[in-house]
Antibody, heavy 125, light 107 residues
Framework: QITLKESGPTLVKPTQTLTLTCTFS??????????VGWIRQPPGKALEWLAL???????RYSPSLKNRLTITKDTSKNQVVLTMTNMDPVDTATYYC?????????????????WGKGTTVTVSS | DIQMTQSPSSLSASVGDRVNMTCRTS??????LNWYQQKPGKAPKVLIY???SLQSGVPSRFSGSGSGTDFTLTISNLQPEDFAPYYC?????????FGQGTKLEIK
């Protein structure tokens, strides 16, 4: 059974760096075709895709946030870490991580078939 | 970025109804389209992947169709647990954008 859990601070101040950890079980991030993605959702708004990392360390970022995001994996710890610099109140959201499956093992096509419950982050001074 | 337009933004229906909701993309994405359901306070759940493939464990009353730029999610015989927002997402190119959602409400 695949499970994922997000962890990190619930409150950060403007200009600070946010570090979120996704700890997972039930799969290995060294398995071909597997990845972990991050998605966020501001209160009452739609989902926004942020970043993903694949088994082969291929990393994809949202271009609008690319200069603020870094995604890394620790396969031995079954963790993926997302850092976001220079936080602003507009970054207040629930942040989700999800298991990504790329059935073709290459290219862009994938879907997110198991999600964590999400962690709420508020940016305020 | 590929723009995703879902319509309608909200939809009222009754238990037992059949409903369609659409997702239009700003450029062709082949069948690189997924549909998610999100119940209040919960994480999204994938229903349909690759435009028309039903995710394991999802009831067969959910179906997807389309390719290129126009896609449809159909729910037949609506059940009380189906009333929720639905999002489409493209995985053709980064950023892998979501639509703004269609909120399915009880009439």
């Amino acid at each position: 059974q695949i499970t994922l859990k997000e962890s990190g601070p619930t409150l950060v101040k403007p200009t600070q760096t946010l570090t979120l950890t996704c700890t997972f079980s039930g799969f290995s991030l060294s398995t071909r075709g597997v990845g972990v993605g991050w998605i966020r959702q501001p209160p009452g708004k739609a989902l926004e895709w942020l970043a993903l990392i694949y088994w082969d360390d291929d990393k994809r970022y949202s271009p609008s946030l690319k200069n603020r995001l870094t995604i890394t994996k620790d396969t031995s710890k079954n963790q993926v870490v997302l850092t976001m610099t220079n936080m602003d109140p507009v970054d207040t959201a629930t942040y989700y991580c999800a298991h990504v499956w790329n059935p073709m093992y290459e290219g862009d096509y994938h879907y997110m078939d198991v999600w964590g419950k999400g962690t709420t982050v508020t940016v305020s001074s | 970025d590929i723009q995703m337009t879902q319509s309608p933004s909200s939809l009222s229906a009754s238990v037992g109804d059949r409903v369609n909701m659409t997702c239009r993309t700003s450029q062709s994405i082949s069948n690189y389209l997924n549909w998610y359901q999100q119940k209040p306070g919960k994480a999204p759940k994938v229903l349909i992947y690759a435009a028309s493939s039903l995710q394991s464990g999802v009831p067969s009353r959910f179906s997807g169709s389309g390719s290129g730029t126009d896609f449809t999610l159909t729910i037949s015989n609506l059940q009380p647990e189906d009333f929720a927002p639905y999002y489409c997402q493209q995985s053709y190119s980064t950023p892998y954008t979501f639509g703004q959602g269609t909120k399915l409400e009880i009439k």
